[in-house]
Structures are given as structure tokens and as C-alpha cells.
């Protein structure tokens, strides 16, 4: 239990769906990420969000639409997705923005994404 | 440019042995460096980071190794368990132009009982 989770787990949703996924952190960390792990590549930062508000978009496609309600959860919202976007779709979260130094980046057990 | 990257993909170390896992970077504007572990079915997890002004780290069973000079950063497990076995990433933490944390492409670590 890191104190980030996510749901759903595992999720599979053909390419005109709409689904979102969902993160909740119970740490009280004011920034909030989402990562995309593919096969074989490494960790790929696709949003940050700090104190509800975005920072950075890593040039994700629309297809993926974040949203940050409050510093507690945060989603991600899909549509329109191609096979391609089949990965482990990461959360995670930190007290301040960064890694390392106190600033630790804790992440969620993943959701499971398959397009088919 | 800006890599993190990891010299092996597969390490396989008898139980008990101590275990390296190594870790090159290209990018000299890294405040921390940091070590993830990721078991199968979970998310990676946090097991030490290191400070870029310091050269090394220990925590409980691991020691983080920093060498700026051919910018090499290194894992050091002692007495591997078989608990251990999992992905290990790298990461370095970017304070140019804003935030950013770039990972490892991964070492997998097998420990043979």
C-alpha cells in the first residue's frame, strides 16, 4: 500500500469508447503525475499537475484528458484511443513538485489499459 | 541531450551474492538521482535517492554510488534475496526549464535460489 490508488486495474476499451481512469492519494502531496509504461521503454511523463493546476503536458495527444479536481485526485480521461496507447498508465504523487530529496515520488499499481 | 540509460537489461545473481546494477546519464544538470524498484503486477517504489553534490549513499542492503565525472550511478544490493528479484530503474531529477524526472529503461534482476 503506497497510499496512491487507482482504479480500475485493468481496463479494456474498444477504439470509439470513452473511459476514464481515476487516481486517489491519501498522502496530503500537493503534485500529482501520470507516467505511461510501455513494453521495453522506459517511464514516459505524460502530465504534471501542482496544486490543481496543470504543468506540464509532455506533447500527449487530446486523446488523453487530464483532470485534477483537487490535490487529492486525479484523472484521466480517454477517447478515441488507437492499440498503440495499450500500456501500464502510472500515478503517482509527491509532496512538491520533483523527485528525490524529500520530494519522493510515490506511484499507484497501475491501470491496465487495452485497446482493441 | 537528456538519457537516462542502463547498461544491462537482465542481471542474474545467486542468493546470498552481492548484486550491481549500473546506470549511465548525459545530463550534468541533476539535482537527485534515484533508485526505483518494480515488481511484477506493481508500481515502481522508491528505494534511495542520492544528492548530486554527494558521491555515495547507504541505506538498508543498498548503496547508491555516484561517480559525476563519467556520470555513472550505481545500485549495490548486498546479500541478494530472492525478494529482490524485480525491475530496477534509474532516474535522474531535471531543475532546468521546470520539473522533470526522466527513468531508466529498466534492469531486471533475477535471483537464482
Known amino acids: 500500500e503506497t497510499g496512491v490508488t487507482q482504479t480500475p486495474r485493468h481496463l479494456v476499451m474498444g477504439m470509439t469508447n470513452k473511459k476514464s481512469l481515476k487516481c486517489e492519494q491519501h498522502l496530503g502531496h500537493n503534485a500529482m503525475y501520470w507516467y505511461k509504461q510501455s513494453a521495453k521503454k522506459p517511464l514516459e511523463l505524460m502530465f504534471v499537475?501542482?496544486?490543481?493546476?496543470?504543468?506540464e503536458n509532455n506533447s500527449v495527444p487530446s486523446r488523453f484528458s487530464p483532470e485534477c479536481p483537487n490535490s487529492s485526485h486525479l484523472f484521466l480521461h480517454l477517447h478515441t484511443l488507437q492499440p498503440e496507447d495499450s500500456a501500464l498508465y502510472l500515478c503517482a504523487s509527491s509532496q512538491a513538485l520533483g523527485g528525490g530529496g524529500g520530494n519522493t515520488i510515490y506511484f499507484g499499481e497501475g491501470s491496465w489499459l487495452t485497446v482493441v | 541531450g537528456e538519457s537516462v540509460g542502463l547498461h544491462l537489461p537482465t542481471l542474474s545473481v545467486q542468493e546470498g551474492d552481492n548484486s550491481i546494477i549500473n546506470c549511465a546519464y548525459s545530463?550534468?544538470?541533476?539535482?537527485?538521482f534515484i533508485w526505483y524498484k518494480q515488481e511484477s503486477g506493481k508500481g515502481p517504489q522508491f528505494i534511495i535517492d542520492?544528492?548530486?553534490?554527494?558521491d555515495k549513499r547507504q541505506g538498508q542492503r543498498v548503496t547508491v554510488l555516484l561517480n559525476k565525472t563519467v556520470k555513472h550511478l550505481s545500485l549495490q544490493i548486498a546479500a541478494t534475496q530472492p525478494g529482490d528479484s524485480a525491475v530496477y530503474f534509474c532516474a535522474e531529477n531535471l531543475r532546468t526549464g521546470g520539473f522533470k524526472t526522466i527513468f531508466g529503461a529498466g534492469t531486471r534482476l533475477f535471483v537464482k535460489a
Open positions: 545530463n550534468s544538470a541533476s539535482d537527485y
Open positions: 499537475y501542482s496544486l490543481e493546476e496543470r504543468v
Open positions: 542520492i544528492r548530486s553534490n554527494m
